[in-house]
């Protein structure tokens, strides 16, 4: 995901709106997908060493968590298998050794780092989606396995590349069993999303070579072009996950976050107008292909570059993906790691803290383009502390739910039921009962709390009117931000688990004690 510099280089609801309503939605639009990654490989983002204990661990997320719910985020993207090992606890898989410190080291029973992160995020109004790696098995040659390891027991699935144990995708094999390591926790935990990262066929490296051609030899599939034949192993895996995940729970979405670059102009004049690294010619990724067939929910292209980055400028690389997305969503990969106080020796415009500031501005722009997600988390908290604050007070400032995808479920849930008001001197005491089945036999998953001043038009259009998004089935608020003697109206909206919002049920009026 963190590249080096060379590598670097290389809808809501339909109705009808004033233009002020158009402008205000454009501004703060109330469906935008806003994620960050939380990287647990090397221990990037979570937790901050091996080894700490249970409640250190259970601290420092809950701490990530409010600090981008304070930045508006919605969608954490949690990376919980980076080397064929696990950051939870019903896996076929060992425990990773990132987390307690050494491969298949347990922490306490009771406690399953992915069922707690659900949890967490869910109460706090966002989604969690699973992140995976698919191939890598090991970060380095010197990498410390246990013997349990599956490199260990089954080396005849991977071959080493550049010092990394990597699973071979031309193994029928192979895809069957990553596919259900993915099932294991697509049944077993309330995740929204499977996640996949840019990590496919290796990125090259000068004097290195693949050693697939034996695996060529026996499983061609028809092919006799050996490039092919891997964008073709690469296809398969990703339509048979597609495939898999949405039989099991058709509500959990499937992304990918590829290198920025499908192919350029000079290789394919389908491509863009760039000259860098291509998914397609060199990691073997057909990733306008996946998008093309419907085999993910959402392509979230990482554009790591600026506006004025001359062999792959931001802009021109959003408008080609925008072109490309086929009805699917499209999220962009933003660098917020990249963001410096001062210009970057390799980029100047980094130095800039109204470069991502700008690009959310672009990215807004393009009715095709549904949201950002930045790598990484810690980065929002240290060199892109700027970019934070932007959010925050600006252009996150108001809540947003997730984009709709109609494709998946575009049945509405029925509205919260007996909605009722008690001022108290903590505040505003809310509670409602659950709605009636919709006819695809959903309740609700979450729901949505608006407020509204006295004499301020009861709507829910405008995000601003937003006090708590919660994607858990409570039925009850504590609205203690309100102001005692001034009178509020609430209504309530429930949400089932793709993000479909009901009508809203109220409006009830009260005054806050």
């Known amino acids: 995901m963190n590249k080096s510099p060379f590598i670097a280089l290389l809808l809501s609801l339909v109705t009808s709106f004033s233009l002020t309503a158009q402008t205000t939605t454009k501004i703060t639009p109330k469906r935008e997908f806003r994620g960050v990654w939380v990287a647990t490989v090397t221990n990037i983002d979570w937790p901050s060493k091996p080894g700490l204990s249970v409640d250190q661990q259970k601290q420092e997320l809950i701490g990530i968590l409010e600090q981008h719910k304070k930045n508006g985020i919605n969608a954490i993207m949690l990376q919980i298998r980076p080397t064929a090992d696990a950051l939870y606890a019903k896996s076929r898989e060992l425990w990773s050794h990132w987390l307690m410190g050494k491969q298949g080291l347990a922490p306490t029973q009771d406690y399953d780092p992915l069922a707690f ?24 040659a010197n990498a410390v396995t246990s013997p349990e390891h599956i490199t260990r027991k089954r080396p005849e699935l991977f071959y080493t590349y550049g010092g990394q144990k990597l699973f071979d995708p031309g193994l029928p094999e192979v895809r069957d069993y990553i596919t259900q390591v993915i099932l294991d926790v697509v049944k077993e935990y309330d995740i929204d999303g499977v996640h996949f990262d840019d990590y496919f066929y290796p990125y090259r490296i000068a004097g290195q070579t693949i050693k697939d051609s034996a695996t060529f030899a026996k499983y061609p599939n028809g092919f006799t072009n050996i490039d092919d034949w891997r964008r073709n192993n690469v296809d398969l895996l990703i339509k ?4 898999s995940v949405h039989h099991y729970k058709k509500y959990v979405k499937f992304g990918v976050s590829p290198f920025g670059i499908w192919r350029n102009y000079r290789e394919d004049t389908l491509g863009s107008k760039t000259n860098g690294l291509s998914n397609y010619g060199e990691l073997y990724a057909d990733s306008r292909k996946w ?9 979230n292209p990482q554009i790591y570059f600026t506006f004025s980055r001359q062999a792959a400028p931001f802009g021109v690389l959003l408008d080609w993906w925008s072109n490309n997305t086929y009805g699917r969503h499209l999220y962009i990969g933003q660098a917020a790691y990249l963001v410096h106080g001062m210009p970057s020796r390799q980029e100047a415009a980094w130095g800039k803290l109204s470069e991502i500031p700008n690009q959310i501005r672009y990215i807004r722009a393009n009715n095709r ?18 970019v934070a604050d932007s959010l925050r ?5 108001y809540p947003a739910l997730p984009p709709q995808m109609p494709w998946l479920d575009d049945v509405m849930p029925n509205q919260p039921q007996n909605l009722t008001a008690e001022a108290e001197a903590e505040g505003v005491n809310l509670k409602w009962t659950k709605p009636l089945k919709a006819k695809d036999g959903e309740t609700a998953s979450g729901y ?10 009861i709507s829910i259009l405008d995000a601003k009117n937003i006090v708590h998004i919660s994607f858990e089935d ?15 109206n609430y209504l309530v909206t429930a949400l089932d688990r793709l993000k479909n919002e009901s009508e809203p049920s109220g409006p009830v009026g009260i005054q806050a004690k």
């Open 117 to 140: 992160a659900i949890k967490e995020a869910h109460l706090r109004g966002m989604e969690l989606h699973a992140w995976f790696n698919p191939y890598r098995a090991t970060m380095s």
């Open 369 to 386: 383009v549904q949201g950002s997600v930045f790598f990484s988390s810690k980065s929002l908290s240290t060199v892109a502390r700027a």
């Open 393 to 397: 007070n600006d252009l996150y400032k």
């Open 448 to 457: 949505v709390v608006y407020r509204f001043e006295e004499g301020e038009k």
């Open 240 to 243: 048979m996950v597609n495939d």
């Open 474 to 488: 409570f039925t009850f608020y504590l609205d203690t931000n309100v102001e005692k003697g001034k009178r509020y």
């Open 291 to 299: 998008i093309k067939e419907g085999w993910v929910d959402y392509i």
